[in-house]
């Protein structure tokens, strides 16, 4: 994946509450490209593997079991700087900080149920968009 693009999730909870459209219609009046798309229901194992890197922090096995409980959209995405511009578009962790106009500002309910996930770096959207997509899926 070139550095062009980035790799979201729309997690269980605004899954549930029939805000995929409305997430979607966001991302794509953002300026994103839609590169890659699926729904998906992660097991533990695969959620697991996924937020690794967090296997640390005490809130690790609260998020596995939220993000299994429900099904998710993955999705790559594409525009110039898109990292940084999609984590700007999906405001702070804790939605209480959220800035106006964000995603998360909009949809998330907690700081755990946040609505949607943004890749922190060039390489993990990489590794990312890998975990969900095969190479002849990603166009
Ligand atoms: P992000 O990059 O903004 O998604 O935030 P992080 O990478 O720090 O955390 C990954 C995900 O873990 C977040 O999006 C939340 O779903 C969840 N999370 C982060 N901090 C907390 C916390 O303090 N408590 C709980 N329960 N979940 C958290
Ligand atoms: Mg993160």
């Given at each position: 994946?070139a550095?062009n693009?980035t790799?979201?999730?729309?997690k269980p909870d605004a899954?549930q509450d029939?805000?995929?459209?409305?997430?979607?219609?966001?991302i794509?009046?953002?300026?994103?490209r839609i590169?890659?798309?699926?729904k998906?229901?992660?097991t533990a194992?695969?959620?697991?593997?996924?937020?690794?890197?967090?296997?640390?922090?005490?809130f690790?096995?609260?998020l596995?079991k939220?993000?299994?409980?429900?099904p998710i959209?993955?999705?790559?995405?594409?525009?110039d700087n898109?990292v940084?511009d999609f984590?700007?578009?999906?405001g702070?962790?804790?939605?209480?900080?959220?800035a106006?106009?964000?995603?998360r500002?909009?949809y998330?309910?907690s700081i755990?149920?946040?609505?949607v996930?943004?890749?922190?770096?060039?390489d993990?959207a990489?590794?990312?968009?890998d975990?969900?997509?095969?190479?002849d899926?990603?166009f």
């Open positions: 994946m550095t693009r790799f979201t999730m729309i899954v029939n805000h995929i459209g409305g997430i979607l219609q966001m794509e009046e953002g300026g994103f590169v890659s798309l699926k998906v229901q992660l194992e695969r959620a697991g593997q996924f937020y690794e890197v967090h296997k640390e922090r005490p690790y096995g609260d596995v939220y993000m299994s409980s429900g959209v993955a999705a790559i995405l594409e525009k898109a940084a984590r700007t578009l999906i702070a962790t804790n939605p209480a900080q959220a106006d106009g964000t995603i500002k909009k998330a309910k755990e149920a946040n609505a996930h943004g890749s922190d770096s060039d993990n990489q590794i990312e968009g975990f969900y997509f095969a190479a899926e990603q």
